[in-house]
């Protein structure tokens, strides 16, 4: 796949991902739409953060080969939905929700906000 298609799975994931997202902060925590939503949301950021890992760093200094630091955030979602399914599996709610809010925090502010920068492919988009 080309840097543009992959860019384009990139955002039919993590557009759905990001609606869930904030959907989950706001729904009743337990119940059988919170895990439907919360698995769906978890598949998606799994899904997103596999799909930016074949996307060559294209800003900033490359750290190993065609990754940059933009690529640290998606091992971190990685190893992150993974605890946290975890922790969700295991009952332990407090580990659980403190990992999706900081995940949510992460993907969302931080590397979305790097997503804006200038030269970035989603700057382009936006802002010509």
């Known amino acids: 796949?080309?840097?543009l298609q992959l860019a384009y799975v990139h955002l039919a994931t993590i557009l759905p991902a990001m609606a869930l997202g904030t959907g989950l902060l706001f729904l009743?925590?337990?119940t059988g739409g919170h895990r439907l939503a919360g698995r769906a949301y978890m598949a998606l950021m799994a899904a997103t953060s596999l799909i930016t890992l074949a996307m060559p760093a294209r800003v900033g200094p490359r750290i190993a080969g065609p990754f940059g630091f933009i690529h640290i955030l998606s091992a971190v979602t990685l190893v992150a939905v993974a605890v946290a399914w975890r922790a969700a599996r295991r009952r332990?709610?407090?580990l659980h929700r403190r990992i999706m809010v900081r995940l949510y925090i992460g993907?969302?502010?931080l590397a979305g906000g790097f997503t804006l920068m200038p030269g970035r492919l989603m700057h382009e988009w936006l802002f010509g």
């Open 92 to 94: 332990d709610i407090r």
């Open 1 to 3: 796949m080309t840097y």
């Open 107 to 109: 993907a969302f502010v």
């Open 28 to 30: 009743k925590k337990g």
